[in-house]
């Protein structure tokens, strides 16, 4: 909701409880009480896919190189387990370690395509400090009135990413009110 100032500049008003605290949710992710709240992952516009597969690839090889280690030793001493247990550790992580670093990138490219769609729910939103709600003035591009973990929820859906709300997540759970309205995105 906006109030326009005799003559001054617009205002944002919660449509939920009128209170006048309200900030973009870019600025309150980083904000006053930001980090009190958890407002930086409670209002994430999406999944943070940076570097993942580099790093899965490193431990994936060097617990390979850990195979390869038991599969020389027990060839050294004589020892069979070693041997044979190195080789299928080392077959596990080797192929392993690719199959995730696929996922991982199947992921980011998911985000990444979904980031346009997030960024048009996300930008225009903001966030009540009174009455902790998210909302959009004006109506567009959503209406409604939601919690944190209801617009998390909307946004990472709307974006084709809501399969990776980590476990644990209360966006995960929340349930969107039957009267929250997404126009179709602009083709």
Known sequence: MEIEAAGGPVRVVCPGCGGAEVRTVEQARGGKGALRDDLH??????PDKTGDGCMHFAEGMVLTGIGIALVFMGLQQDKPLYTIGGALLALVCFFGTFVVVRDDRREKDAAEAGN?????????????????????????PWQGVLTPEQFKKLVWTEAGYADQLPAGDKAKDAELPADVRVPPTPA
Not at 41 to 46: E, K
Not at 123 to 139: E, I, K, L, N, Q
């Open 41 to 46: 992952g409670r209002l994430a516009p999406g």
């Open 116 to 140: 346009p769609r997030a960024e048009r729910l996300w930008r225009p939103a903001y966030h009540c400090s009174d009455c902790s709600s998210v909302f959009c003035p004006g109506g567009t």
